[in-house]
């Protein structure tokens, strides 16, 4: 696939996908914010700080993918394995990246019903990864996604952000 295909379908991909799951749905479901949860300046600072880091995940690896000559869709995959940037320390940083920004959102607008749609989306992404993606990319990539399993954790594991990425 060429580049600019690619990026154009990555693009329509984001808006699809994890604009709707990330952006949308919680606006849908954000319901009145909570006396109950903390706010407050520092809350908004927290909250920002994970819908920018979450969209800066997600923009990371959707970049990498259009390198790659590929799209994280599966209609249109990429042709090798992406094990680059925040993939060293965790095979799902996408999946990470909108759980963050959902999870911002949900301290911004004090919200317990983002709270409890954020759990849903995790536990959609974990069977999604162990029904789907990952029979899938073993079939597609064989022994190198397997290596890349032994080396990376599906999700990433507090000491081996320290580490060296890889091991």
Not at 144 to 151: C, D, I, M, P, S
Request: net charge positive.
């Amino acid at each position: 696939m060429q580049k600019r295909t690619a990026a154009i379908t990555t693009t329509i991909f984001a808006f699809a996908a994890p604009g709707m799951v990330a952006g949308v749905l919680p606006w849908q479901v954000r319901g009145e914010a909570s006396a109950h949860l903390p706010g407050g300046p520092l809350s908004r600072i927290l909250g920002l700080g994970l819908v920018l880091g979450g969209s800066a995940i997600v923009t990371d690896c959707f970049v990498r993918f259009v390198r790659a000559r590929g799209t994280p869709a599966p209609v249109a995959e990429t042709e090798d394995l992406v094990a680059t940037g925040f993939y060293r320390y965790t095979r799902n940083p996408q999946y990470l990246g909108v759980l963050s920004i959902i999870a911002g959102q949900a301290v911004l607008w004090r919200s317990p019903r983002i709270l409890a749609y954020g759990a849903v989306v995790a536990t959609c992404f974990n069977l999604t990864l162990h029904l789907y993606e990952e029979p899938r990319l073993r079939r597609r990539f064989g022994d190198h996604y397997v290596r890349f399993t032994e080396q990376v954790p599906r999700w990433p594991r507090p000491g081996r952000l320290l580490q060296k990425p890889g091991r």
